[in-house]
């Protein structure tokens, strides 16, 4: 009698043990296949990479609703979260702490600028996110990030060593290098000079510039005090618009090469065609005759279709195609299964729907990217890619040749 | 090698053109508001956007854009401070300077909003600098320069010849006994906010005709700026324009010593050195505020 009476006398904490029982009870079992796979982007819709990032948004976009609508992987659908890293790393890690914590993401893809990706790193590896980007500087490949940051760009030291054979081939003896303050600007350079110096070139002046200055003038004065045939210029779209416009101005005679995420159509439309006429850029190519291009095509339009935005559709082909082979949708499920479906051997393919039809059938596969073959080595860094040599001619970039691995 | 030298001074006197206009605007505004207003660093700007908007978009040739642009900076330097420095006069000097940098990052921000982060340039043509044997002068920085020589003599005779400089120089010394003697410290501040605003415009033309158009142009010149004016002595808009060129000269030849990685070192280094042997400035008196 006496327990019953002081059950009854608390009846509202007899209601809350059986809720929370009851939500142990079944939140362990049917709801986790529901539960809906939480993955963001972080691309630089504005800032020097602005040109870049609503096309690698757009095409993730894409590649997501087309897997939601063949329903999901194994049946989760994938619920995106977008942000803009304003390529700016301040900004980037606020960006990136709301996506981690508030929304609890479990992978980033995306992000641009070395400086970025290099400054949301430890928020990543700290949180067990899984993160990969389009970002170069070789520092990325020394982080001791416990193998959570992969990425599908070719590091800055191979990059140095390509623009270096190309300044050789076409004949330049004395090149001065000029780079805006990045974390990649010495590496390059030194790789750079190595391999120009090597080919029997002389590097007449090497100087790291500031970002957002207002003018270049002293710079460039000293530059060309050394008298340079070309001057390689790895700086990005602001300052090298900058710098483009001076050496006009200054009457400059020589060439002038660069990335082509900098010298771009955008410079061109800026300083105008006689200001831009004659200059080289080279950029890593995409895989345009790959099956994963082609989908791609069909997916977006043309215009979004760009060095970075292939890199993009190979990253989340990747990251679904691991929550697939790997049935854990967590940072480290990602990062311990990636390598299986992105390195051979396997069967070739070039795209998720693909994919999830052998993976089903218990084939190994090896996914081909439209960026280029998307074989990482044991620090998340790609194993090679072909390049692309541009120059503007009569106001427009034009491409001028390809490099193969 | 001494060409080399001079092209450096050159380059060096047009940085400290550039400069001389904020720079003079913002002694102004400091001399008869009491506080370093850095919303200045909007000012050039919104006045650098209203130009690419008349003249890249509109399509006003140079002239007429340029003194639509200096008016309508003008008439939002004094809307900025009706709305946003009027209610707050007699606040501390540090309250009001809070404020307006607050301010600087809610007008970059509608810049931003109505125009986009994109980099954009006027609609001008690209000339080929002036050559003077191994130097190079653009005819850019040419008008710049005459530009900034021209505004100061014009600033400097408003200052000591007419009544509006009178009063603004009276409102600046000693507010309590110009309204005493029947000064509108009210107008003069409004007028004053016109000339400062419209300065501060002109000059983030100049640099949009120098360089590129963005939001981010006048955040980038605003330590430089501040430099200049502590250099010259703040409040003092005709020593502004010396320190301008000082810090121009400084930060331009200093290159020839140091890598161009540290060239923003030379202008903070200036501000700390004048701060620490002379805090009135170079050029101004010992007063005691």
Request: glycine share 10%; proline share 4%; aromatic share 10%.
């Amino acid at each position: 009698m006496k327990t019953k009476q002081r059950l009854f006398r608390k009846p509202w904490l007899g209601v809350a043990c059986f809720s929370v029982a009851a939500f142990f009870l079944f939140a362990a079992g049917p709801v986790q296949a529901q539960e809906p796979i939480v993955l963001g982007t972080l691309c630089p819709l504005t800032g020097a990479g602005g040109p870049y990032g609503p096309g690698m948004e757009k095409v993730v976009t894409k590649v997501v609703e087309e897997i939601n609508k063949n329903g999901g992987i194994h049946g989760r659908m994938i619920k995106l979260y977008h942000e803009d890293s304003q390529t700016n790393p301040e900004s980037a890690v606020r960006a990136a702490r709301k996506l981690i914590d508030v929304n609890k993401v479990n992978a980033i893809m995306g992000t641009w600028a070395s400086a970025v990706t290099m400054a949301i790193a430890p928020l990543c590896w700290e949180n067990k996110v899984f993160d990969i980007s389009v970002s170069g500087a070789d520092a990325i490949s020394e982080l001791k990030d416990d193998d959570y940051i992969f990425r599908t760009q070719p590091n800055s030291n191979l990059q140095g060593q390509v623009h270096a054979r190309f300044a050789l081939k076409s004949g330049w003896k004395k090149v001065a290098y000029m780079a805006v303050q990045t974390p990649f600007a010495q590496t390059f350079g030194d790789a750079f000079k190595a391999e120009f110096e090597k080919g029997g070139g002389k590097i007449t002046d090497f100087v790291i510039y500031e970002a957002n200055k207002a003018s270049y003038r002293s710079e460039l004065t000293k530059v060309l005090a050394t008298k340079p045939d070309a001057i390689e210029l790895m700086g990005y779209l602001p300052d090298s618009t900058v710098i483009a416009k001076e050496l006009y101005k200054i009457g400059y005679e020589g060439r002038l090469l660069g990335p082509n995420y900098a010298i771009n159509q955008k410079l061109v439309d800026n300083v105008g065609a006689e200001v831009a006429e004659g200059l080289y850029s080279i950029d890593p190519a995409t895989n345009p005759d790959s099956p994963a291009h082609k989908h791609l095509k069909q997916l977006v339009a043309d215009a979004d279709i760009h060095a970075y935005s292939t890199q993009s559709y190979d990253h989340i082909n990747l990251i679904a195609l691991a929550i697939a082979a790997g049935k854990v949708s967590s940072g480290t499920g990602i990062r311990n299964t990636l390598r299986t479906v992105s390195n051979p051997p396997g069967q070739e393919v070039g795209g998720y729907l693909e994919g999830i039809k052998l993976l089903s059938a218990g084939k190994k596969i090896n996914f081909q990217g439209a960026s280029g073959d998307c074989d990482f080595d044991d620090k998340g860094d790609i194993l090679s890619r072909p390049f692309s040599y541009y120059q503007v001619q009569k106001g427009k970039v034009v491409t001028i040749g390809r490099l193969d691995k | 090698m001494f060409e080399q030298f001079l092209q450096f001074v050159i380059n060096g006197v047009v940085s400290g053109g550039i400069l001389a206009l904020p720079a003079t605007a913002f002694s102004l505004l400091y001399g008869i508001l009491n506080f370093p207003n850095f919303a200045i660093s909007a000012y050039i700007t919104a006045g650098a956007f209203l130009f690419y908007a008349l003249n890249a978009t509109l399509h006003l040739p140079f002239w007429a854009a340029l003194s639509c642009a200096f008016v309508l900076s003008g008439f939002m330097g004094v809307g900025v401070d009706r709305a946003v420095f009027k209610p707050m006069r007699g606040r501390r000097h540090l309250t009001l300077a809070i404020a307006s940098i607050g301010l600087s990052f809610i007008m970059e921000n509608i810049v931003r909003f109505i125009w986009g982060n994109e980099l954009r340039s006027f609609d001008l043509p690209v000339a080929r600098a002036l050559k003077f044997g191994a130097m190079r002068v653009g005819k850019e920085q040419l008008l710049i320069l005459l530009t900034a020589v021209g505004i100061t003599i014009i600033v400097q005779a408003l200052l000591r010849g007419t009544r509006l400089g009178k009063a603004m120089r009276a409102v600046a010394d000693n507010p309590m006994l110009a309204s005493v003697k029947g000064l509108d410290s009210e107008q003069v501040i409004r007028r004053t906010s016109f000339i400062g605003a419209a300065l501060a415009g002109v000059s983030g033309i100049m640099v949009g005709v120098d360089t590129i158009v963005e939001p981010l142009m006048g955040f980038k010149l605003v330590f430089s700026v501040f430099a200049a004016a502590i250099l010259g002595g703040i409040g003092n808009a005709a020593a502004a324009v010396s320190g301008a060129f000082c810090v121009g000269l400084a930060e331009e030849v200093s290159l020839i010593w140091i890598p161009a990685t540290y060239k923003s070192a030379v202008g903070f280094g200036m501000i700390v050195v004048v701060l620490l042997l002379k805090p009135s400035g170079l050029f101004n008196r010992q007063t005691a505020r």
